[in-house]
């Protein structure tokens, strides 16, 4: 875990912005400001997934290289402020996660909540939008966007089967045949809105594609398969002709508006 006096609430990966695709890594990292300390937990939390999402940062950024694709990564870890939730959702600033309790998040006063959106989470999404609109500039079309998560392998005690899992709500020109085509792997077993449901009003792909009518996928792969940095740049490689074989579909650059299964937009 990195902590600095100056901090920067994103990092951003340049690419072509003309091949029409935007990743997204809202999980990627754990660091925090120092004037944040270790929010008074023990190192060892932040080696856990209620840091951040372990694997996902490679991915992101071996995916990002071999699709010559830009891409936005949330250098914050989550237990400071979670940037794919909405500014309403009571998770947004957790208290307890899976068993840990968080004491610098507990009491929050509204200052210090308004403070954190202000310098880390608004931010980073209006990164992610500058370069969403950015890239539907450059290509000429509206963008496909891709947002890369990992999960851990239990949760509460429960275990979970999937190797992968792809997240969305009613638009299904990109998680159809990404599910498809993970699921031709007869090693894989591929969960559909599974260990999640994508329908999360307010998150990432509400703000930045399902408001705008356009095409995305949200990627859950299990943390024990991307942990090594091989094994990530193993699933980049995997990801990669498979991203780009969407991407390459006439219809995922059409605007289109499906709504939300969370109610109207």
């Not at 940062?57 to 909405?86: H, K, M, Q, W, Y």
């Not at 498979?242 to 650059?253: E, F, L």
């Amino acid at each position: 875990m990195t902590r600095s006096t100056v901090f920067a609430p994103f990092d951003l990966i340049e690419g072509d912005r003309k091949r029409g695709l935007v990743l997204v890594a809202d999980h990627a990292r754990r660091d925090l400001p120092e004037e944040y300390g270790d929010l008074g937990l023990p190192p060892a939390e932040f080696e856990r997934h209620i840091a951040y999402d372990i694997g996902v940062e490679t991915v992101t950024r071996e995916l990002a290289a071999l699709l010559g694709a830009p891409a936005v990564l949330a250098t914050f870890s989550r237990l400071l402020i979670d940037p794919n939730r909405g500014e309403d959702d009571p998770t947004l600033v957790r208290q307890l996660y899976d068993g840990t309790v968080i004491p610098a998040n507990y009491p929050l006063s509204p200052e210090e909540r308004e403070k954190r959106l202000d310098r880390f989470y608004r931010p980073y999404h209006d990164a992610v939008a500058a370069l969403v609109a950015s890239v539907a500039e450059a290509s000429g079309h509206a963008p496909f966007i891709f947002s890369v998560h990992s999960f851990t392998p239990s949760m509460q005690g429960t275990q979970r089967p999937w190797h992968v899992g792809v997240l969305w709500d009613l638009d299904d020109r990109a998680p159809r045949p990404l599910i498809d085509m993970l699921a031709a792997d007869a090693s894989l077993t591929v969960g559909d809105n599974e260990p999640y449901d994508g329908a999360l009003r307010g998150d990432t792909m509400f703000k930045h594609a399902i408001v705008n009518g356009f095409a995305h996928a949200l990627i859950e792969i299990r943390q024990d398969l991307i942990a090594r940095p091989g094994d990530a740049a193993t699933w980049a490689g995997r990801l990669a002709p498979i991203v780009d074989a969407i991407n390459r579909r006439p219809d995922i650059h059409e605007v289109h508006q499906f709504g939300s299964r969370t109610g109207p937009l």
